[in-house]
């Protein structure tokens, strides 16, 4: 089976920033947080296995013009694209965000 690297881009960084800063200054659970930000790093290092298995999503590939694959982690979306022996997280965002 292939493996990849996993590369976060900037905007990807920031959305996960955002995302415990949120769970830990608004809704004031820090614990949860460290949890849920565990979870997702797990789910992100699996990508490392399994991206190539991701079918392609077609609505969004051609809403931004390249080949999206997605996997969900709890009630986020983590869109990425592969490159080469790369796969390059561009979007952690809630589910509900993408229609």
Do not use: F
């Not at 995302?19 to 830990?24: A, E, G, N, P």
Request: with cysteine; glycine share 4%.
């Amino acid at each position: 089976m292939k493996t990849y690297k996993v590369r976060l881009t900037t905007t990807a960084h920031n959305e996960q920033d955002l995302l415990y800063k949120y769970m830990t200054s608004t809704i004031y659970a820090p614990l949860t947080a460290e949890k849920y930000m565990r979870g997702l790093e797990a789910e992100l290092n699996r990508l490392s296995r399994v991206a190539g298995l991701l079918r392609v999503d077609e609505r969004l590939s051609k809403r931004y013009g390249c080949e999206i694959r997605r996997t969900n982690y709890k009630k986020y979306a983590i869109l990425c694209t592969i490159k080469g022996d790369k796969v390059y997280v561009h979007h952690i965002v809630p589910q509900k965000m993408i229609k």
